[in-house]
């Protein structure tokens, strides 16, 4: 069986990313992209599914040992396990090369001290565990085959097959170095290089080493900051500048439930909030770059706006169930590609618009395009952003007027204006503006519950939403207003976990509610960082510091988070790593370290 969701490392070449487990498990990899089909399918099902497995030799019947230690070396994606055993102590070293070629995991084995058995066994499967290749020997390499689709398995260590399965046995004294290496390569090209583990590893190094130089941060918060800043690196598609939502998919949001979706594309939303925060702490060429793959992916329809994309800007993204995986803890149906992506999320239009006017505030080159795209979707909004939709949190559910769209279409029109303002864009100024009014109008009375004191999840309404906690982070209302204030108090009594985390919104359990969907979900990781903002923004500063440093504390070994937090449960629940958990983090941090609510 799996591990925990947060038993698990995240490595990467800003191509595609693995998930190595605490026993040196590799139980998710996806060749050659983030959304190809996986090779290691394991996390969603057994071992029947595809995984490779590193660590030392154990018994047959015997679970396999997990590291003692783990860690990553200095602010990179290398990770180094140590496992201490009877006969001594090894590490191992995973990392993925960021790659002109083919792309490469690499796991390098070291003794550290004593005479040390170690195992590797490696069983791919293509096509998320269904299709067994056919495995042979090429010029003294080991090769799998299937379809259109080759994994090449390189080591100095003797190898043998048994039970469809390729292991290699062997004893590591110390300072033995022996390396282990799979590379992908479409089989009907010609066998890729042959891998130089040692001086991949010292170029991986040196990368990372020199990105993170280019972080402006350097607050209290820097290693959480730095950590997520690497993270949210290695979830870009370097070819393109598309930023994927996470690596996995259907990780559920409720162990054993039906709330599980592919997480491999790039949503608008996601998107937009990671290029702020990478704005904000130094990062402009990877601004850059996603502000061009977003004109590359709306170019020539910016009217029929999708709410995700591929990460080369793929708009079909035909949702389907793989019934051959069992899910993650039995959590089915398994799902590949995505039918939220023609929903209709007016709030994605505010999401857009914001990260391209903070681009243009902070520097970035001016665009032509990039202004006529904003103009353009403006002048949707201005025919469509009184209809319903199925907001934020792509319900499955009947259209609503979501409170949090509304606001967010005005904050599009805002920032518009402020485009036009500033002599950067030429468009109807006086009309603009007329709108903006009739938004922020619309939402104040319709969106607003008097007798509560607190803005509402939609029009008519007495369900609350945390997408609320945006309010005054668009600026839509100032910190202090009482509507603002009644709204943070609203949602802290309402949708709070006994431990003090937020939900998104009331949820059924067994019944269908406004998602349309069955069963519970934890709390939201971001709507919980959202509340540590708001509470900071209002001036209760010791409590955000409390509620921030409490998040921090929910991130796994490595600093990781998933998206949800399930309180029963105490352990990480949805799709991991997540960006949308770890953007509001390094937002929340710069927000309380301008503020000074910090201890220490």
Same mark, same amino acid.
């Given at each position: 069986m799996?591990?925990?969701i ?21 139980d @998710? ?7 190809s ?14 995984f490779?497995r ?14 003692? &230690?783990?860690t ?20 191992v ?6 790659r002109?070629?083919a792309p ?29 290749? @056919?495995?042979? *020997?090429?010029?003294g390499?080991?090769?799998?085959v299937a379809?259109?689709?080759?994994? $090449? ?10 039970s ?11 300072g033995?170095r ?9 089989s009907?090209k ?8 040692e ?12 990105w ?9 918060y ?13 979830l870009?598609?370097?070819?393109t ?9 259907? +990780?559920p ?7 599980n $979706?592919?997480?491999?594309y790039?949503?608008?939303?996601d998107?937009a909030?990671?290029?702020s925060?990478l704005l904000?702490t130094?990062y402009?060429e ?9 004109l ?5 329809d910016p009217?029929?706006?999708?709410i ?5 800007g ?7 169930e793989l019934? $051959?995986?069992?899910?993650y ?9 995505n ?13 857009v618009t914001?990260?391209?006017?903070l681009?243009?505030?902070t520097?970035l080159a001016?665009?032509d395009?990039a202004?006529?795209?904003q ?8 025919q469509h ?7 934020i949190?792509?319900v499955r ?9 509304k606001?967010m ?10 485009l036009?303002e500033?002599g950067?864009a ?23 519950? *008097?007798e509560?004191?607190?803005?509402t999840q939609?029009?008519?309404?007495k369900?609350?939403d945390a997408?609320?906690?945006?309010i005054?982070?668009?600026?839509? +209302?100032?910190?202090d207003?009482k ?16 431990d ?5 919104y009331?949820?059924e359990g067994?019944?269908? /509610? ?15 960082? $959202?509340m540590?903002?708001?509470l900071?923004?209002?001036g ?5 510091r *409390?509620?921030?440093? *409490?998040?921090?504390?929910? &991130?796994n070994d490595? /600093?990781?988070l998933?998206?949800? @937090? ?7 629940v ?18 309380l ?8």
């Open positions: 799996a591990g925990r947060e038993d698990y490392a995240l490595i990467g070449d800003m191509q595609t990313a693995a998930l190595v487990c605490r026993d040196g498990t590799v @998710w990899l996806c060749l050659p992209r983030f959304d089909h996986a090779i290691f399918a394991g996390l969603l099902g057994t071992e029947e599914h595809g490779w590193l660590g030392p030799a154990h018994a047959a019947d015997a679970q396999p040992p997990t590291a003692a &230690r783990r990553y070396r200095g602010d990179s994606l290398i990770l180094e396990s140590e496992w201490d055993t009877p006969r001594g102590t090894v590490r070293t995973d990392f993925m090369p960021p002109d070629g490469q995991l690499i796991r390098i084995v070291e003794g550290v001290s004593g005479r040390v058995p170690m195992r590797s066994a490696l069983r791919m499967r293509f096509s998320y565990g269904r299709v067994v290749p @056919w495995v042979h *020997k090429h010029d390499r080991t090769v799998a379809g259109p689709d080759s994994v $090449w398995f390189d080591t100095e260590c003797e190898t043998y097959g048994k469809l399965t390729t292991y290699s046995d062997f004893t590591v004294a110390p033995d022996i390396a282990f290496t799979i590379s992908w390569e479409p009907h010609q066998p890729p290089p042959l891998p130089e583990p001086a991949s590893l010292q170029a991986t190094e040196e990368f990372w080493r020199e993170v130089e280019h972080c402006t941060y350097h607050g209290p820097r290693e959480a900051v730095i950590r997520s800043l690497i993270t949210l690196k290695a870009t598609y370097a070819p500048g598309g930023i994927v939502a996470a690596p996995t998919t259907s +990780l949001e409720d162990i054993g439930g039906v709330r $979706w592919d997480y491999r790039t949503w608008l939303r998107a909030i990671t290029l925060s904000r130094g402009r990877e601004a850059r770059a996603w502000r061009e793959w977003l590359r992916a709306v170019a020539g009217e029929n706006l999708q995700m994309y591929g990460i080369a793929e708009r079909e993204l035909g949702e389907a019934d $051959w995986l069992p899910g803890e039995n959590s089915a149906p398994v799902r590949v590609g039918g939220a992506a023609h929903q209709l999320q007016l709030d994605v239009y505010g999401e914001e990260a391209l006017h681009g243009h505030m520097g001016r665009s395009y202004s006529l795209l103009l353009k979707l403006i002048r949707y909004l201005e952003w009184d209809e319903p939709d199925e907001g949190w792509e559910g009947p259209r609503r007027h979501f409170v949090h769209s606001v279409a005005w904050v599009a029109v805002d920032r518009t204006i402020k036009i500033s950067d030429d468009g109807p100024l006086e009309r603009w503006r007329e709108l903006r009014d009739d938004i922020h109008r619309d939402v104040c009375e319709k969106g607003y519950d *008097k509560r004191n607190t803005f939609s029009y008519g309404s369900e609350l997408s609320l906690l945006l005054p982070q668009m600026g839509f +209302l100032p910190p207003d509507r603002v204030i009644g709204t943070i108090e609203a949602i802290q009594r309402e949708l709070s976990t006994p003090g985390f937020i939900l998104r009331p949820t067994d019944s269908e /509610g406004v998602d349309g969907l069955p069963g519970d979900e934890g709390a939201f990781l971001a709507c919980s960082f $959202w540590a903002d708001d900071a923004m209002i209760r500063v010791d409590e955000a *409390k509620l921030f440093e *409490k998040l921090l504390d929910l &991130r490595l /600093g990781l998933a998206e949800e @937090w399930d309180p029963r449960l105490k352990r990480q949805g799709n991991f790593p997540q960006a949308f958990s770890h953007v509001p983090l390094i937002d929340t941090a710069l927000r370290t301008a503020s000074g609510a910090y201890g220490g």
